[in-house]
């Protein structure tokens, strides 16, 4: 099982960036996958963005794109998540996700491990 603890939420104004990050420990394998989710009150849970941890395949929900980056430092066993030109929208927890995977769509993915979510507030 694999432990995860997010960091890095916050405040900030809408047009700003915070970068998330994603600490894992535990047992990790060459086939894991990270990926970040979020949640807005009264919303589901939704994907945001994913990676494997080899090969570093990238992931993207389609209202992030070319705003979020995901990127990971496996020497550092951490996950982090690059938030530009924030909107009030993006406003929600966000966490992070592992799971096991080989070769597929991380967007359709079972996580199996989740960490306790940090909160990201965007003002307008």
């Known amino acids: 099982q694999v432990q995860l603890v997010e960091s890095g939420g916050g405040l900030v104004q809408a047009g700003g960036s915070l970068r998330l990050s994603c600490a894992a420990s535990g047992r990790t394998f060459s086939n894991y996958a990270m990926a970040w989710f979020r949640q807005s009150p009264g919303k589901e849970r939704e994907f945001v963005a994913g990676?494997?941890?080899?090969?570093?395949?990238?992931y993207y929900a389609d209202f992030v794109k070319g705003r979020f980056t995901i990127s990971k430092s496996n020497a550092e066993n951490t996950v982090y998540l690059q938030m530009n030109s924030l909107t009030p929208d993006d406003t929600a927890v966000y966490y992070c996700a592992a799971t096991y995977a080989y070769g597929l769509d991380l967007r359709d993915v079972k996580y199996i491990s989740w960490g306790q979510g940090t909160q990201v507030t965007v003002s307008s």
């Open positions: 990676i494997y941890w080899s090969g570093g395949i990238e």
